[in-house]
């Protein structure tokens, strides 16, 4: 038996598609990662926590940060598309 393959298409990048996104990104994670540090500070003040705890808290909302970001870059993917068939 003879094993065929499908054809493929070659796929280029689309230049714009991406640049759109990951300025988009820098942005949108300007303020997510500056409000997860900030609002740590504020809630460490507002609970009474020390300095360790405020780290922890600011690392748990730094992570969380990180989860909103790979969610945002997945979905934008999803609406301007890196790839283009030619």
Not at 73 to 82: S, T
């Amino acid at each position: 038996m003879s094993k065929t393959s499908a054809p493929t298409a070659s796929r280029q990048i689309a230049w714009p598609s991406v640049v759109t996104v990951i300025s988009a990104a820098i942005l949108i994670g300007a303020e997510v990662f500056g409000a997860a540090f900030a609002g740590g500070w504020a809630l460490s003040i507002l609970f009474g926590l020390d300095t360790v705890s405020e780290h922890i808290l600011q690392a748990v909302l730094f992570i969380l940060g990180v989860v909103v970001m790979a969610g945002f870059i997945r979905n934008a993917q999803r609406i301007e598309p890196f790839f283009k068939r030619s």
